[in-house]
C-alpha cells in the first residue's frame, strides 16, 4: 500500500467508500474542495483522496503546470481537513494518466469491500463514455458529476443513456463550481487577487513560484 494512500477495508464486514478526486487543479480552487466536501458528506463517503493527474491524456497539446507544482498546491489545500487526503500517484507514474488505469491500480490493491466514487465535473461525465477502457471505468466505480447551479445536465445525461456501458451517476449541484481554474490563471495573468477563490496557501505558492505568469507584489501591498 503506497504511503499517502488510505487505510480502508480492513473489517470485511464493512462497507468502506473512497472517494477520488480526479483532475488536473492547474490550480486547485475551492470549487474543488467544496464538491468533495459536499460527496463526502451526501454520498456517506469514508475520505476523498484527492489524485492531480500527471500527464492528462487530455491535455497533451496544451500547456500544464509541472505535476510537482500542482501536487503542492493540492497538499497545501487539502492538508487542514482530515477527510482529504492528496496522492501523488498519478504524478509519479510514468506514460499518460488515465482514469481506467487508476481505477484497475485501486481495485487491485483494495480488498472487495472497498467501494470507489470517482468524482469529476458535470461536463466530464459527458465524455466519460470516449474515455479510454470506459467499460472498466462504469464497472470499477460509481461516477459522480459536480456540477454549477443552472448548468444542463441534458447532453450529459444523454450520453450516459446512450452509452453502451452500464454507469452508475450521482450528480451533486455545488454552487462553488461557477469557479474554474482558467478563470484563476487569467486573473493571476492580469494581477488581480485570488482571495476567496483557492486557500491562502495556494495563492503564496503561486507567488512564490511565479506561476500562470504572476506579476511582482509592489512594496507593502497585501493583495493577494
Do not use: C
Amino acid at each position: 500500500m503506497r504511503g499517502d494512500l488510505p487505510q480502508l477495508g480492513q473489517d470485511p464486514r464493512v462497507t468502506y467508500r473512497m472517494g477520488i478526486m480526479g483532475g488536473t487543479f492547474d490550480p486547485i480552487h475551492n470549487g474543488h474542495l467544496v464538491a468533495a466536501e459536499q460527496a463526502f458528506d451526501d454520498l456517506g463517503l469514508d475520505v476523498v483522496v484527492f489524485m492531480p493527474a500527471g500527464r492528462p491524456a487530455f491535455k497533451q497539446k496544451k500547456h500544464v503546470t509541472s505535476g510537482e507544482d500542482r501536487y503542492a498546491m493540492t497538499l497545501l489545500a487539502t492538508s487542514d481537513n482530515p477527510h482529504f487526503i492528496a496522492s501523488r500517484f498519478e504524478v509519479d507514474r510514468d506514460g499518460i494518466t488515465y482514469t481506467a488505469d487508476t481505477l484497475t491500480y485501486l481495485s487491485e490493491m483494495y480488498p472487495p469491500n472497498v467501494e470507489l466514487y470517482f468524482i469529476t465535473g458535470a461536463d466530464a461525465i459527458a465524455e466519460v463514455v470516449s474515455w479510454k477502457d470506459a467499460d472498466k471505468i462504469a464497472e470499477l466505480a460509481h461516477m459522480v458529476g459536480a456540477t454549477r447551479p443552472g448548468y444542463d445536465l441534458a447532453h450529459a445525461k444523454r450520453a450516459i443513456a446512450e452509452s453502451p456501458y452500464d454507469f452508475d451517476v450521482t450528480y451533486l449541484e455545488v454552487p462553488a463550481l461557477a469557479i474554474s481554474s482558467s478563470y484563476l490563471r487569467a486573473r493571476v495573468k492580469a494581477g488581480q487577487s485570488l482571495r476567496y477563490l483557492t486557500p491562502d496557501q495556494v495563492t503564496g505558492y503561486i507567488h512564490k513560484h511565479q506561476l500562470y505568469g504572476v506579476r511582482p507584489r509592489r512594496y507593502g501591498s497585501t493583495a493577494l
